[in-house]
């Protein structure tokens, strides 16, 4: 089978954590994927044995590059390098992101291929009220997601993302929101704007093990947990009434969820996977 799928998974200081998630990618799903590790902002001991590219300049190393920064500097290496047009979809990945042993990736891909307008897709979790609603139907088309790990069809990246001179500031994701609070609803709402849906799967399940953040902050060189959270929400507040004049999050769900709603009448054929 083709490997049509790159994988990029962040580390910052957690080579074992890493590595795991690497092992497991390749073991279970590896005829589909390219795997690579992003070094974001990672100590020089302290890197993943299959680093890729690594962040290593002063403010990385400071203050990392978190989600947004990290994915786009993944996503920009490859396309300095020419290719990122060889990979059909972009499997984007935390390092603290754990699955059952199944072949995930290539059950996300084959529920992708039912779902042709879909642009991104994630696995949903067991602690999630999303679970409740998948309990009838395996997959739904959501207004929002908020996940580690996410599946996004080239196509639809290359219908959002920044045409002229990408980078690790905004390839993909805006990252003038350094911790990323909000920027996953921007992502979904660009999306419906240009006819790409995202849904939620149960045919995959996934946790984000916050374990690491909660113990291993201090390794980790970030802030606590509840600490990182506070200045997360904080700042995304600030980023959203600054780039659009929204008060709170609320607002820009209801943003998004005007651009899906939207998708539903130009394609109403797809009606039967609504919320």
């Not at 754990?98 to 307008?117: A, M, Q, T, V």
């Not at 309990?135 to 599946?151: G, I, M, P, S």
């Not at 609070?181 to 045919?203: F, I, Q, S």
């Not at 929204?246 to 607002?251: L, P």
Request: net charge negative; aromatic share 16%; glycine share 6%.
């Amino acid at each position: 089978m083709k490997k049509n799928t790159a994988t990029i998974i962040l580390n910052r200081n957690l080579p074992a954590v890493t590595d795991s998630l690497y092992d497991s990618l390749t073991r279970n799903n590896g005829h589909v994927t390219d795997v690579f590790v992003v070094e974001a902002g990672s100590d020089d001991d302290k890197l993943s044995r299959h680093c890729s590219w690594h962040a290593n300049w002063e403010q990385a190393r400071k203050e990392g590059l978190r989600p947004p920064r990290g994915f786009n500097f993944g996503l920009t290496k490859l396309w300095e390098a020419g290719k990122f047009a060889q990979y059909d979809y972009f499997f984007l990945l935390t390092n603290d992101t754990e699955f059952d042993n199944s072949p995930y990736l290539e059950i996300l891909l084959d529920e992708l291929g039912h779902h042709p307008r879909v642009g991104i897709i994630s696995p949903c979790s067991k602690n999630w009220g999303e679970w409740f609603l998948l309990k009838e139907q395996t997959t739904l088309y959501f207004w929002y997601v908020l996940n580690t790990a996410l599946l996004l069809r080239r196509e639809f990246i290359e219908s959002v993302m920044t045409p002229d001179q990408p980078d690790y500031h905004n390839f993909l994701y805006d990252g003038t929101n350094f911790r990323g609070y909000g920027t996953e609803l921007e992502l979904v709402a660009k999306g419906y704007a240009n006819d790409w849906a995202t849904a939620l799967t149960r045919r995959v399940w996934s946790e984000e093990n916050e374990t690491y953040l909660h113990t291993q902050h201090h390794l980790i060189n970030t802030e606590a947990y509840h600490d990182n959270l506070r200045m997360a929400i904080e700042e995304g507040e600030q980023w959203m009434r600054r780039k659009y004049g929204f008060k709170s999050r609320w607002n820009m769900q209801l943003y998004s969820k005007s651009f899906y709603d939207l998708f539903f009448r130009f394609f109403p054929e797809y009606r039967k996977y609504r919320i």
